[in-house]
């Protein structure tokens, strides 16, 4: 049973530009959160998608955006990117009110 | 707002000797979920135990285990017969529960292993 998956697991960009990254849930888990963390930190939450829609939020602005998927796989988009976007973005699944397992992460650095 | 603080940034641990991490907690709720993840060098967040806040009894998994004291909001991590294996970043989380909330982070303790 594959665990939780993400891609690339290492992206470098420049200031200004676009990012997409991915994840695929453990099988059997239709939630799908995505996290930052920060270098020294925890991680900080993003945003929640269950059943294709977001369904809660935190504290990051309107360049942050997602997509679920039918197979409930997701996307992060960071637009406009600033160099303080460089961090390690997590991904979490979990099924119904289940607990969060977290795939590898992507390690973003932006120059 | 729901908060959590890891107040050890550092800690170290003689192989097989046993070492507790910190946990406090601030929340107006009174169900919710507690948990420890493990975050090795590979970045993996890795699950170590899981606390109901209507359980009084605390959570066990193997060698690791917590004393979860709701009215202090403390919920600290013990791990016993420490194995070099363990040495990594270990984060402390809460859950509001009845919903499908995020997880709240501590800013973590990192734990050392001597040989």
């Given at each position: 049973d594959a665990g939780v998956t993400q891609s690339p697991t290492h992206l470098i960009k420049t200031r200004g530009q676009q990012v997409t990254l991915r994840c695929s849930p453990k099988s059997g888990h239709d939630t799908v959160s995505w996290y930052q963390q920060a270098l020294g930190q925890g991680p900080q939450f993003i945003f929640q998608y269950y059943e294709e829609e977001e369904r809660q939020r935190g504290?990051?602005?309107?360049?942050f955006s997602g997509h679920q998927f039918p197979n409930y796989s997701s996307e992060l988009n960071v637009n406009a990117?600033?160099?303080?976007?460089s961090a390690l973005y997590l991904c979490a699944s979990n099924p119904g009110q289940g607990t969060q397992y977290f795939g590898p992460g992507t390690r973003l650095l932006v120059l | 707002a729901q908060t959590v603080t890891q107040s050890q940034p550092e800690m170290s641990v003689q192989e097989a000797e046993t070492v507790t991490l910190s946990c406090t907690y601030d929340t107006s709720e009174s169900d919710y979920y507690l948990f420890w993840y493990k975050q090795p060098p590979s970045r993996q967040m890795i699950l170590v135990i899981r606390q109901e806040a209507y359980k009084q009894q605390n959570a066990t998994e193997n060698r690791f285990s917590v004393n979860f004291q709701k009215a202090a909001k403390s919920f600290s991590l013990k791990i016993s017969d420490?194995?070099?294996?363990?040495a990594a970043m270990y984060f402390c989380a809460y859950k509001d529960g009845g919903s499908q909330g995020n997880l709240i982070f501590g800013k973590g303790t990192k734990l050392s292993v001597k040989p």
């Open positions: 504290n990051f602005p309107d360049r990117l600033l160099l303080g976007d | 420490s194995q070099l294996g363990d």
